[in-house]
């Protein structure tokens, strides 16, 4: 099983990016791919997540409204679109994939199997 995240990169205040998450080895069976952050000297947070089945879709409170998760099933990506970013939304992100999940799916971490190695975003004032 494999997660590679993809996307990142240094943008203002205000701007967006575009995350991706290109899952494999695990992808024919249901599952949630949740989305990570860290910053430094701060605990990992959860950020959005997604079942592959249902489509149902969490966001968290800090992120509602100006990000969007999705998934091309054809292709087997998941992608999180960040709008509005604000410098605290600078982190390490991660992709993780919860298996066998298949209505609904939350941002706990210890209910996901495998992770992606992240992608680092900054957010400039």
């Known amino acids: 099983a494999q997660l590679v995240e993809s996307g990142g990169g240094l943008v203002q205040a205000g701007g967006s990016l575009r995350l991706s998450c290109a899952a494999s080895?695990?992808?024919?069976?249901?599952?949630?791919i949740g989305w990570f952050r860290q910053a430094p000297w701060k605990e990992r947070e959860g950020v959005s997540c997604?079942?592959?089945?249902?489509?149902?879709?969490y966001y968290a409170d800090s992120v509602k409204g100006r990000f969007t998760i999705s998934h091309w099933h054809a292709k087997n990506t998941v992608y999180l679109q960040m709008n509005n970013l604000k410098p605290e939304d600078s982190a390490v992100y991660y992709c993780?994939?919860?298996?066998?999940?298949?209505?609904?799916?939350?941002?706990?971490?210890?209910?996901?199997?495998?992770w992606g190695r992240g992608t680092q975003v900054t957010v400039s004032s």
């Open positions: 993780a994939a919860d298996l066998y999940t298949k209505y609904a799916c939350s941002v706990t971490a210890d209910e996901y199997d495998y």
């Open positions: 080895g695990f992808t024919n069976g249901d599952y949630a």
């Open positions: 997604i079942t592959k089945s249902s489509g149902s879709t």
